[in-house]
């Protein structure tokens, strides 16, 4: 079958290569994609929030499967066009419409949904300019520390923690009055502070069964020890250890079931990923957030970890028919280590030329910020790379990695030393 993908960075470097491993996959295609994508299949230009001319072009190319990478599309009502235009609606779309990917779209929405299906999450009350002096009240009811998060898209970086509760405050003044991440910050979600460890679980669902792919645990904070500023993700690690078949039970019977089982009662049509940002407390698990696509960088370590045919899966997730599908996972470990600019997440340089990639040894690489000039790779964004080694012990996985971490080299190059150290203990 003929596959268009959509995206552009890391994870789509991720599912381009898994996807062009099944032998379903006569042609793929990526829009726009980046230098790692063009590796397996080929790039085109459309604009994916563009939804005529993505249409257009999956008609002109007889296409037959979509999948939607980055959550903005999904949000916008992409999957909601296919289904809707009777010559595109015959394509298989693995995505949800936009009425299911409010579940990432508004965290207001989702917390109310956890709290109407009674599923375990932090307290939490949402404000808006017209109530900014009850959002300072709740504040100061609350122990610290504080989280406060924008209610829309903010490319992962709309959740702020504050130790103090004048930082906390004057945070939430400039979210909602300086406008800090535009139209998402119109509302803000304050939520207790829950202390513990995260990790990311991920499903595939047609919206009444569902296959749980592999746990990960990603590193958001740019600095070592989890200091300094959030960023889209400073490296993975799949699985994770304490995410053990008890823990996973509860996982499944307390969020995972409910959540699908509540989408079905609301009449909300759900077929794609979920992704469920979790924290685990006193070996409880808790929801932080929902996303309707896979994580970045944590598809780099999920996907080569699974050996299924990835295709065959999207199928039945599109068709209805996920219960019949088999889900095969290595126990192998994997180990991602992500390179970025220097900067980032703030500003930073770009078009730096990347070297010794064809060095690299035992290790996958997938680019995200990457593109080409004159045949030789340059940095285009902040994060850079993403160093993956899939091996039988998480030591030997995360030594592989660090080598070939180091080994690549551009100008400005950055990345956290601390990937796994937790594992590892």
Known sequence: MNILLLGNGGREHALAWKISQSPRCDKLYIAPGNAGTALHGQNVKLHINDHHTVGEFAKQHDIHMVVVGPEEALVHGIADHFHREPDLNGILFVGPRAAGARLEGSKAFAKA????????????????????????????????????????????????????????????????????????????????????????????????????????????????????????????????????????????????????????????????????????????????????????????????????????????????????????????????????SGGYPGNYEKGYPITKIDQVKGSLVFYAGVSTEQDALVTSGGRVLAVTTLADNASEALEVSYKNAHLINFKGKYYRRDIGKDILQ
Request: glycine letters at 10%; proline letters at 5%; aromatic letters at 8%.
């Open 113 to 340: 949904f956890m709290q109407r299906h009674s599923i375990p999450t932090a307290s939490y009350r949402s404000f808006s300019i017209n109530t900014l002096e009850q959002g300072k009240a709740y504040l100061q009811s609350l122990p610290a520390p504080y989280v406060l998060k924008a209610d829309g898209l903010a490319a992962g970086k709309g959740v702020i923690i504050c130790e103090s509760l004048d930082e906390a405050i004057s945070t939430l003044e400039e979210m909602l009055e300086s406008q800090m991440f535009g139209e998402a910050s119109a509302t803000v979600v304050v939520e207790e502070f829950l202390k513990g460890t995260e990790l990311s679980v991920f499903v595939v669902t047609d919206g009444t069964s569902y296959k749980i792919l592999p746990s990960a645990k990603d590193y958001k904070r740019i600095g070592e020890e989890d200091t300094g500023p959030n960023t889209g993700g400073m490296g993975a690690f799949s699985p994770v250890p304490f995410a053990n078949e008890a823990f996973m039970k509860k996982v499944e019977n307390r969020i995972i079931k409910p959540t699908i089982g509540g989408l079905a009662k609301e009449g909300i049509p759900f077929c794609g990923f979920i992704f469920f940002g979790l924290i685990e407390v006193g070996g409880e698990p808790y929801v932080i957030e929902y996303n309707v696509r896979l994580g970045d960088p944590e598809t780099q370590a999920i996907l080569p970890r699974i050996q299924s045919d990835l295709i065959e899966l999207f199928e039945a997730a599109a068709k209805g028919t996920l219960d019949r599908q088999n889900l095969t996972i290595t126990n192998k470990n994997a180990a991602t280590i992500v390179l970025v």
